[in-house]
């Protein structure tokens, strides 16, 4: 089998889709000119747990042009964009991906990859890796047996010990990876493409701070001008969305934190701090982006106003207590797509979006392409540098070097046409010495 998407007849439209992404992706496509010429990944198996969207289909074509030979598979079971799944299926890529995956199907995806004894892996949230590294350890579980029925029998601890390394794209699996790290459990050295400047900067803040709206508005079309929307988490995401929140014209934009610091910028940017308890009275439309399980409990859900919208951006599916919410119902409709009703007990009703997952790229299409041009260039940069350096980086947690990341923000304002200064030999040297002072 070298693929299993859910049409393969949509494979022309998709192409459509990720030439329409090459085009507002300048960078990577630059990127891309080199390694068709130079080849560094040449003879590299890559298996990567990515979101499967037409900025997905950008990276990957640019791998497959600097060598390698690429398997692909979501990393989220709602985000899988079926046209782009058959377009890259059709042109030879190993495609396991459609969307709306049950939790066994999202692990015999990842089994697949697996199947694939990659030498580098990919990841969105680490379920890739950390599957890899049960299996290698022997840990089970009931997502370690679905990976089983694809993975294949065989020698997993050796298959691990010749992985030269993976790269992770997004904060949650930094963070499930550093405590790998942490604990002495990781077994291949990780390079956090979400900790580049030109990463978490852009893609969490600006990415987010618009697709998130653009997930809410395509799901529900209701208007923002008039509501107070509350932002569980004032980390980069949050900022984003608190941000645009602001700009759509909402009445009142409610930040809640736990952390002091980001708390007190909340509040110097412009915007009211208050305990989650407080803000569910209040809110109109609720967005959890802290990166940890329960911002909104099932407690806080029966406080809120009658019609309240629960979305999340954040961290998987724990943010919002669903499950809870699942258990006191006392009736569940579909409203629309991504949209469902729930009766609580108390009268009231509430709408939970995308089933409590990413709502960006559940109801929208992720990030747009022109943010993604940044994330994905360090990706592509990331496997370059591990393939480059294999056998020679430690074992642990790693930033992609800052030459590299400046590298990015260097190739993107020229590609956007904008120009800036350089530093003079005086300056140079002033910034550099320590002897002239008033
Ligand atoms: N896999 C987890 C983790 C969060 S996803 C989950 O499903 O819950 C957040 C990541 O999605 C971000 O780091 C961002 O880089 C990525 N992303 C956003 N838009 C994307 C797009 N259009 N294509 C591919 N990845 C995208």
């Known amino acids: 089998m070298t693929y299993k998407v859910k049409d393969i007849s949509l494979a022309e439209k998709g192409r459509l889709l ?16 080199r390694f068709t010429r130079e080849k560094p990944l040449d003879g590299i198996r890559i298996s990567a747990s990515l979101h499967v969207t037409k900025e997905t289909a950008v990276l990957v074509r ?31 890529i190993y495609v396991y991906a459609w969307k709306g995956m049950n939790e066994r199907e999202y692990y015999n995806a990842i089994g697949f990859a697996i199947s694939q004894e990659p030498v580098v892996t990919m990841d969105d949230g680490a379920d890739l890796t950390v599957t890899l590294h049960k299996l290698a350890l022997g840990v089970k579980s009931n997502e370690v047996n679905y990976a089983l029925e694809t993975a294949g029998d065989r020698d997993f601890a050796k298959l691990i010990s010749s992985v030269y390394g993976g790269t992770e794209e997004t904060t949650t699996g930094v963070i499930r990876l550093r405590a790998m790290a942490r604990e002495g459990t990781l077994r291949y050295p990780i390079i956090a493409v979400n900790d580049s400047y030109t990463k978490y900067l852009f893609d969490n803040r600006y990415g987010t701070g618009q697709s998130t709206w653009d997930g809410i508005l395509r799901a529900t079309n209701i208007l923002v001008a008039g509501k107070v929307v509350v932002v569980a988490g004032y980390g980069w995401v949050g900022r984003g969305i608190a941000m645009r929140a602001k700009g759509l014209g909402a009445r009142r934009v409610i930040v809640t934190e736990v952390n002091p610091v980001r708390a007190l910028e909340a509040v110097f940017d412009g915007f009211e701090v208050m305990p989650m308890s407080e803000a569910a009275e209040i809110g109109d439309i609720f967005i959890t982006a802290t990166g940890d399980i329960n911002a909104i409990t099932l407690d806080h859900i029966l406080k809120m106003k009658d019609g309240a919208v629960l979305a999340n951006a954040g961290h998987f599916n724990v943010e ?3 499950a809870g919410l699942e258990r006191v119902a006392a009736e569940k409709r579909k409203i629309r797509d991504y ?14 979006l995308a089933e409590g997952r990413l709502v960006n790229l559940v109801a929208a299409e992720g990030h747009p392409s022109e943010v993604m041009d940044m994330s994905f260039s360090n990706q592509a940069l990331a496997v370059e540098y591990i393939v480059k350096n ?12 800052d030459e590299l990341d400046m590298e990015v923000a260097r190739l993107k304002l020229e590609t956007m046409g904008i120009r800036i200064d350089q ?13 002239l002072g008033t």
């Open 320 to 322: 919002i207590d669903v």
């Open 390 to 401: 294999r056998g020679k980086l430690q074992l642990g947690v790693h930033k992609l070097p």
């Open 339 to 352: 949209v469902v009703e729930y009766r609580l007990p108390n009268g009231k009703r509430v709408y939970l």
């Open 18 to 33: 990720i030439e329409w992404a090459e085009r507002h992706m300048p960078v990577l496509m630059k990127i891309r000119e």
């Open 423 to 435: 530093l003079t030999e005086e300056q140079r040297r002033y910034i550099s010495s320590w002897g």
């Open 62 to 92: 640019t791998l497959v042009a600097g060598g390698a030979t690429v398997t692909l598979v979501p990393s989220n079971p709602l985000s899988t964009q079926d046209e782009v799944a058959a377009a890259l299926a059709e042109d030879g």
